[in-house]
């Protein structure tokens, strides 16, 4: 296990070293996640071009509206279990909507993405699991049937191609899985976290509703507080040596971003959430809760512009926000980190405000 900031660092940003198939074997389909260069570097290269910044950036506004509906449905004064309410329905609806699935299929779309998290650390082979996979190549061969790509993310990956060709369907399909998957419980156990340690740490919520430009700054400090995945696996290639430690080739090694992330070495006070932290005018390192390297983690902008939107929502809505909650419960598993509830109370529910631009005869 490597638990220095600097170290975990050098370990994700060295593939030839440590490889990121330390679970699959050479007969299996595996996914862009546990794959090494060069068959990495190309399908993230396609990637990156088919999921750019300004998708998200144009996804924002319907990630607002489908927010605030949630919010909306929370009685009028609390309490109201936010990871049941609102934090397990943000993500899976705007991937659902993102990836097209049905109405009718969506209940059957997180039970599949429940089940290929719960088997991400092994071969991923239950009945579930290949029904997923199934069902994501159906979705990638009919869309490269069609006559042209719909807008739809499954569509893209369908679509995507260099000057190599396309990626072939089984890539196409994993990519769509692997969203699926860390797109929706991920996202859900850093909603959970954000607003737990928002309500718990003195001073910080009052921070925010005195200086909503510092609701960036919290994500990425919530974040790095208290990542929603604790640790990642690779194996290593060749022996590697950590100052006096050394490692055999062939060992498994768990790259722990949540111990990087409190480092004293790299963060002054790490043991303290400080929601002003990650502030533009102050200089400050960059955390690891998504990874880094050739693997970044490529629904970060995604993530962070949940995470952002629901907290300027709640802090929009919900006068006199408080946690009630003494005893939280967490995510069964070490590797995946979250609250699987939080029950939290508020005085008021406040109307939806009208969207930005629009004329208003109230005062």
Not at 2 to 29: I, T
Not at 248 to 274: K, S, T, W, Y
Request: glycine share 4%; charged share 30%.
């Amino acid at each position: 296990m490597l638990l220095g900031y600097e170290d975990v660092r050098r370990a994700f940003a060295d593939p030839e070293a440590f490889s990121s198939r330390y679970n699959v074997k050479p007969d299996e389909d595996y996914s862009i996640v546990s794959s090494d260069p060069p068959e990495h570097t190309r399908q993230r290269r396609i990637l990156n071009r088919s999921f750019p910044p300004e998708r998200v950036a144009a996804l924002e506004p319907r990630i607002t509206e489908i927010a605030h509906d949630l919010v909306d449905a929370f009685p009028a004064g609390g309490p109201v279990d936010y990871v049941a309410a609102f934090a397990l329905q943000l993500p899976i609806i705007v991937l659902a909507e993102l990836l097209d699935v049905d109405m009718d299929d969506r209940e059957r779309f997180k039970r599949w993405s429940d089940e290929q998290l719960s088997q991400s650390l092994s071969a991923g082979t239950s009945d579930l699991a290949r029904e997923f996979k199934t069902w994501a190549l159906e979705r990638v061969r009919a869309r490269r049937e069609a006559s042209e790509p719909g807008d739809d993310l499954v569509s893209v990956l369908a679509w995507a191609e260099d000057d190599e060709g396309r990626l072939d369907e089984w890539q196409a399909a994993s990519t769509v899985v692997l969203l699926a998957t860390a797109g929706h419980e991920t996202t859900t156990n850093a909603l959970g976290s954000a607003l737990r340690y928002l309500l718990a740490t003195p001073g910080a919520l009052d921070a925010l509703l005195t200086d909503r430009s510092l609701v960036a700054s919290y994500v990425e400090e919530s974040l790095r507080f208290d990542p929603p995945v604790t640790a990642l696996p690779r194996r290593t290639r060749c022996p590697v040596a950590f100052g006096d430690e050394k490692l055999d080739e062939d060992q498994i090694v768990l790259l722990h971003m949540g111990a990087a992330n409190r480092d004293p070495a790299v963060f002054e006070h790490p043991e303290q959430l400080d929601p002003a932290r990650y502030a533009p005018d102050r200089p400050r390192f960059g955390h690891l809760a998504f990874g880094h390297g050739p693997h970044l983690c490529i629904g970060a902008p995604l993530a962070r512009a949940e995470l952002r939107i629901a907290l300027e929502v709640l802090l929009d809505r919900l006068d006199g926000l408080r946690q009630t909650d003494q005893d939280i419960p967490q995510a069964p598993a070490y590797i995946f980190r979250g609250p699987t509830r939080l029950l939290v109370d508020y005085d008021r529910l406040r109307a939806r405000p009208a969207p930005r631009g629009a004329r208003s005869d109230s005062p």
